[in-house]
């Protein structure tokens, strides 16, 4: 299974970007999706993330200017990111719980994506 992230990029303060992550390959469902970010010299934090029934939650940071969204047919998890701020400057990685069948057994693990760099000019 695998995550592919795409959307960072550059963007002046007060301006949008939306981030899309799809999963591939081979499983059996995906529960919770999200997004993470880790910015230079600091801890990876949770953004947002959602369940696959599209209950989500967001850092205190984001609440009003961030949407977490997904589309399950496809697979795929966006953040919708508005009102951006130089604070929001981050790599941006995303993850997936994801199930998957062998051998008689299911297994449930978390994923994540490679990783994509949002910078945010002030």
């Known amino acids: 299974v695998q995550l592919q992230a795409s959307g960072g990029g550059l963007v002046q303060a007060g301006g949008s970007l939306r981030l899309s992550c799809a999963a591939s390959g081979t499983f059996f469902s995906i529960h919770d999706m999200g997004w993470h970010r880790q910015a230079p010299g600091k801890l990876r934090e949770l953004v947002a993330d959602i369940t696959r029934g599209g209950d989500t939650n967001y850092a205190d940071s984001v609440k009003g200017r961030f949407t977490i969204s997904r589309d399950n047919a496809k697979n795929t998890v966006y953040l919708q990111m508005n009102s951006l701020k130089p604070e929001d400057t981050a790599v941006y990685y995303c993850?997936?719980?994801?199930?998957?069948?062998?051998?008689?057994?299911?297994?449930?693990?978390?994923?994540w994506g490679q990783g994509t760099l949002v910078t945010v000019s002030s």
């Open positions: 993850n997936a719980n994801v199930v998957t069948f062998n051998s008689g057994s299911y297994y449930q693990n978390d994923r």
